[in-house]
């Protein structure tokens, strides 16, 4: 236990936790899913968690802190998240797969080093830096400057998902996104590299080559951290699991927990 643990914890929150669970269970490692900034547990709700659960995989994804229908936490950390998804697979019945997406990613990396999971998925990871911010800048600069300053990070149809998605679903979606605490945004100017996770559990790191929020190169990067190579789903968005090919990165992902040993 960390001496900054006991000396200065985190508050606790009311979290908002979604699940759908299979009719047979089947002893399978739970997941849990943890939205990137802005996202709720809706993001996953809408298709993947039932896609588990008909594929034999209890299904959860957790609201962090100040997002979806959990309590407002305007000023929280990347810390105060991280604790959010480290209390939630505490809470699970079995040890937990953990799935994050975007910046749920990064706050996905910062739990493993205090959770014991089977296993970890990074999808579209936003790990931060300069030049991810600077990328975001170019495409979206109206949306993206004002959270430089604090203010919210507005991301927009054309970062979020490809031609595919029909205008009306983009709208519906773009229109539930909330804020992430200022805090925990300007967290990511910085790439704050996690510690190491406890008991190396396997990492699988997935993503679009025509994501216009993170670039190749960064997904290229993060899974060599992670000693692998991308699994990549070309003519898709970031939020690939909302977007019209859906399905194609959650079986992949249920595919690889199949056959990954560690993660049974």
Known sequence: MR??????????????????????????????????????????????????????????????RGHGGSEPAPEATLRAYAHDVVQVAASLPRQAVLVGHGAGALVVAHALARYPARG?????????????????????????????FGGPLRL??????????????????????????????????????AEPAVGAPPVLV??????????????????????SAPLLFPGMGHDLMLDARWAEPIDAILDWLEKEPAAH
């Open 3 to 64: 001496g900054r643990e006991w000396s200065r914890p985190v508050r606790p929150a009311r979290r908002e936790v979604l699940s759908a669970v299979p009719e047979l269970e089947e002893g399978r490692p739970p997941l849990l899913f943890v939205p990137g900034f802005g996202h709720g547990a809706w993001a996953f709700a809408e298709h993947w968690l039932g896609h588990a659960a008909s594929r034999g995989f209890s299904a959860y994804a957790v609201s962090l």
């Open 120 to 148: 970890a998925v990074l999808v579209a990871p936003v790990f931060g830096g300069w030049g991810v911010l600077g990328a975001a800048l170019r495409r979206n600069p109206a949306g993206t400057l004002p959270a430089v």
């Open 206 to 227: 997935l993503g679009s080559p025509d994501d216009r929020v993170v670039p190749a190169s960064t997904l290229t990067r993060v899974a060599r951290r992670y000693g």
């Open 156 to 193: 927009n149809r054309g970062q979020l998902f490809s031609r595919e998605l029909p205008d009306e679903e983009a709208r519906r979606y773009v229109g539930r996104l909330g804020r992430a605490g200022r805090r925990a945004q300007w967290a990511l100017l910085g790439e704050p590299v």
